[in-house]
């Protein structure tokens, strides 16, 4: 794991950048206490050392058709080398799958889905996931409210 060497200043210009990546400069610079020159020097080393490694657009999921998220659990048959990589290339692959990650222990694998609705949901799980070979079970839950997330604005201000 890299180690990287910031100071509080370096860490302002993250938290300022994580709430409004399209600060400009001499705003930024103003906000943590530099001037514009030595500011974009930062932003410029903390983006050469890895520390940034993009800057993205919030997009209304509604907008894309994808406002229904589901959390999935996803238990697998066996591991066998080749099932495994076919079930993580073919979710990997699907645009309803926001995130998946494998686990160490039970469930195998969480998945954030996103959808347009419930039926988009059923189509999708029936017609898509288990259809994939291997699969032993599968767990889905429904958020009732989302308190905190990165990928949409509900929650408040952030």
Do not use: W
């Amino acid at each position: 794991m890299q180690s990287f060497d910031m100071d509080d200043i370096d860490h302002a210009i993250i938290d300022e950048l994580k709430a409004d990546a399209r600060v400009s400069n001499v705003a930024l610079a103003d906000r943590v206490g530099l001037t514009p020159g030595p500011c974009l020097r930062r932003v410029q080393r903390l983006e050469a050392d890895g520390v940034i490694v993009g800057y993205r657009a919030e997009i209304d999921p509604h907008a894309l058709g994808q406002g229904f998220e589901v959390i999935l659990d996803i238990e697998l048959a066996d591991f066998h080398r080749a099932a495994v990589d076919h079930f993580e290339a073919t979710m990997v692959g699907y645009d309803e799958v926001l995130e998946l990650y494998r686990l160490f222990g039970s469930p195998d694998y969480f998945a954030r889905i996103a959808v347009s609705d419930v039926a988009a949901y059923e189509a999708f799980l029936t017609d898509r996931v288990m259809t994939i070979p291997r699969i032993q079970k599968v767990f889905s839950r429904f958020p009732m409210k989302t308190l905190k997330s990165l990928r949409s604005t509900e929650g408040g201000p952030r």
